[in-house]
Every structure is written in C-alpha cells, then in structure tokens.
C-alpha cells in the first residue's frame, strides 16, 4: 500500500502555519527572558545563608520541578479565575506558566554554575574590597553563566517544545495552527510533519547559534580552570 | 603606636578550636613572618585580619579604630589590607591589566584610564608589564602570583598580608616572587607573611611568630626565633623543617 503525500494543502494555509510559529516564538521567548530573571532571583534566595529565604525559594523550586506543566498551565488559566477572581487570557496563562516553570529549572541551573566556581574567586573579589554583589556580577557569574550555557540550551529546547502544551487553553500556537490545519484538510500525515520539520528548523538553528556563542566566549574568555 | 592589633581573637571550624584567644600588634614598618605546623592556625589568622574569615570572639584594630562587622565597614578594611593567596585567586575570564583595573574601576570608581595608568605602573613593578593583555590561563604560576601582588597592590593597602604565597610554585618559579615580595620589603612596607621558607623568613623579616594550639608559642628577632628558640615545640618544627635541607 502507498500513501499519496500531498503537501499542497498545507502550503496553502502557510500563513496560519506562520502565525502560529510568532505565536510559539512569543510565548518561548517571553518565557525564556523573565524565567532568567525570575531564576537568577530565585537561586540567589535559595544560596542565602538566611533560611526564611531560602526554604521559600526551594519549596516554589521544587514545585514547579516536580509537577505536570499541564497541570499547570491548567491551574493558572482555569483555577485562578475561579479561586482568585483572576482572569487571564490564553497567552497570559501559558507566559506565567511557563515564565515560572522554567524559572524553577533555570534556578537549578544557576545554582549549579554559581557553586561551582571555587571558593577563592569570592575570596580574590572580596579581598579587593568588592562587596557580596559586586562579586556576585563581576567575578562569578561571568564565569557561572559559561559553565552554564549547555544546560541553559537543554531547558532552551525543552521548553520550546513543552509550550505546545498551550494548544489544550486554546491559545493559537504553531501546533494548534496544525492541528486546525489538519482538521480543515484531512492531511495530517502531511501538516504534522511540516509542523515537526518547522520545529527542528527553529531548535536547530538556535543550537548553532548558541554553540556558536560558546566556542566565541571559550576563546576570549579562556577556560575557567586555573 | 601600632597600625594593627589583635586582641583576644578566637575562630573555630566545628569542633576544632583553631585560635585561641591570640594577641598581635604590629607596628608600621614591621615585617612579620608567622610560622606553624599544618592547622597551627596561620592562615586562619591571617584570613581572620581582614576578615576573610569571621572571628568568633576578640577584636581587630586598624589605626586605633576597631573594626566593625558591618559589610560597609569591612569593604573600607579590606582595601586598605591587601591580600595575596597562596592559590592566586586570579580572575580567569580577565586579562592581568584587567585583574589589576578591577578594584580600582569597581571598587574605587576610577576612571578608566586612570585605573588603567596605575595598573600599567604596578604590572611593572612586579616586571609583567609585557604580560598585561595575557589571560592567567597563559602565565606561569610565578607571574601569576605576581599579577596576583600587583592586583592587590594597586589598591594602595597599608599593610599587605601573603597567605603562604609561594606553596603552590614549582621550586623554580618560587624565586621571581620572593624577589617581589622583598623588593616591597625594601621599600619599607608593612606586612605579614605565613611561609614556608625559613630561609627568606630569617632575611626578611623584622619578627617572627611561631603558632601552635591557635595562640603565639614563641616569638622574636628572627635569629632568636629561628637559630635559638627556647621553646622545644619550636625547636621540634625547625628540626623536622631542616632535616632534608642541604644547609642542615
């Protein structure tokens, strides 16, 4: 038996394939900048020698490490409203969602790079007469976020994917754009696979570029080794 | 009158009690070598001097002042203390100008060609003004402790405090840094030295310390301390540092 592959109805409908695409981009890269921000905060409050800020700052870590991100997404977009009164729409409820999600992770992730450089760079920095933070910006997260740049891809990726999951609220990303795509064709086989292609384009090309950026900084930046 | 003392200091890690309750002063000029066995306590007091390490009890005096535990206050000691390690403690991601510039643009706010004249000036002094835009991944261990000496030189500390500087050298590179070390010696600088090198200890310096059980066991000139100490323990730590040198 031999399938006919027919991709001429997809291409017809590349538009709503390409609004989808910005709308996948705008919710991967919101979530991208404000989980760094919210992630670098949240792995500063959980180093803090201090413990009521701290356990606060592993608890909200750990739970949003541990717990479905559909159920999640699920959570901000249909229980805030009725429990708080709080309404969001489709894009809001999968940028928190996510924005937070990833922040959990990338607290992890900061929290690995930032212990991991030795003891005597705070020492060198600080006999200098630098404050906590004046370390913290100059010295070890310089260094911190080198060390970091694999594992910052790998959640990169991943959350790019797990943003798919905003399909399920209704919000109009690459996947639901497929999906619609596919119900208004009968072309599945073809619409999934141009979807699944458009990702590894976009992931792909982003890998590069961030492989890229590593070899540039390894080069002027030198290794971290001693 | 003194420029540092120490009073009563104590630090303990756990349930080691590594100081116990010393007292130091140490009058401007002073050249001050401290010697100890291993967990003797040396670089503990050294480390507790500017506060690299907190001290569980007693007090530091910088010029009559004792110094508080606030951040504010500790940054102000610091830059007028410098310090240098017996691992470097270079910035890696830096250049030796740019290790150099650093507390001087971040900490003291100079302008950049400013900090970048001083830095010029100290890389010279310690002979590494050709090595200015290396990495500290391309210097040997002896530049890289001199870079080291001039980052903290350029803040224009009062005293300076070498925390074993040499201990990490390969036995050929540990020359050019004493050579530094007693280049600032001469000049007629304040500073306390943790070393295992009895040798430039009795050239160098003004007074030696012996340590042991975390407080002073013997002190005095350098020939008291290193060719007629009273003490056994003392005499013990020297034998066992003499038994494979040539000299005897």
């Given amino acids: ?226 | 009158m003194s420029i540092l003392g120490v009073s009563g200091l104590t630090k303990r890690f756990g349930q080691a009690d590594v100081l116990r309750g010393l007292d130091l002063e140490v009058a401007p000029g002073e050249r001050i070598a401290i010697l100890g066995a291993s967990g003797s306590g040396k670089s503990t007091l050294l480390r507790c001097l500017n506060f690299m390490e907190m001290p569980d009890s007693g007090t530091v005096t910088l010029d009559g002042k004792i110094v508080g535990r606030r951040e504010s206050e500790l940054i102000q000691v610091r830059q007028r203390i410098g310090m240098v390690f017996q691992q470097f403690n270079l910035f890696p991601h830096m250049t030796a100008i740019g290790n150099v510039m650093e507390g001087l643009r971040t900490v003291r706010r100079f302008p950049k060609a400013e900090a970048q004249a001083r830095a010029e000036k100290e890389l010279a002094r310690v002979g590494l003004a050709d090595k200015a835009a290396s990495y500290p991944a391309h210097l040997s261990g002896g530049q890289k402790q001199r870079v080291a000496i001039a980052r903290a030189l350029a803040m224009e500390p009062e005293l300076m405090l070498f925390d074993e500087p040499t201990s990490a050298l390969d036995p050929e590179l540990v020359g050019e840094v004493l050579g530094v070390i007693r280049t600032l010696a001469d000049e007629g600088r304040t500073m306390l030295l943790v070393t295992h090198e009895l040798g430039f200890a009795y050239h160098v310096a003004t007074r030696v310390i012996f340590l042991a059980d975390g407080v002073i066991h013997e002190e005095g000139t350098p020939d008291q301390v290193l060719v007629h100490p009273t003490k056994e323990r003392t005499r013990a730590f020297l034998a066992s540092h003499k038994e494979y040198s040539l000299q005897g």
């Fill in chain 1, 1 to 226: 038996m031999t399938y006919q592959w027919d991709f001429t109805p997809v291409l017809a409908n590349s538009g709503l394939l390409a609004q989808g695409l910005v709308n996948t981009l705008k919710v991967t890269g919101t979530a991208l900048v404000c989980g760094v921000v919210l992630g670098l905060a949240l792995a500063l409050l959980r180093l803090s020698p201090r413990s009521y800020l701290s356990w606060p700052a592993g608890f909200v870590i750990e739970v949003f490490r541990t717990t479905p991100p559909l159920v999640q997404l699920f959570w901000f977009y249909f229980a805030l409203p009725l429990l708080a009164g709080i309404e969001m729409t489709p894009f809001m409820a999968a940028a928190v969602t996510f924005s937070i999600q990833s922040a959990a992770f990338f607290a992890e992730v900061f929290r690995g790079g930032i212990v991991s450089i030795e003891r005597g760079q705070w020492d060198g920095a600080r006999a200098i007469g630098m404050t906590q933070a004046q370390a913290l910006r100059r010295i070890v997260l310089p260094q911190a976020v080198k060390r970091m740049i694999p594992a910052f891809m790998e959640r990169a990726i991943e959350l790019m994917k797990t943003t798919t999951l905003v399909a399920t609220i209704s919000y109009a990303d690459l996947l639901y754009a497929a999906n619609e795509i596919s119900q208004k064709t009968f072309r599945p086989l073809e619409t999934f696979t141009v979807a699944a292609l458009i990702y590894f384009v976009v992931i792909t090309a982003f890998s590069l570029a961030a492989r890229q950026l590593e070899r540039r900084l390894s080069v002027s930046g030198e290794s971290t080794v001693r």
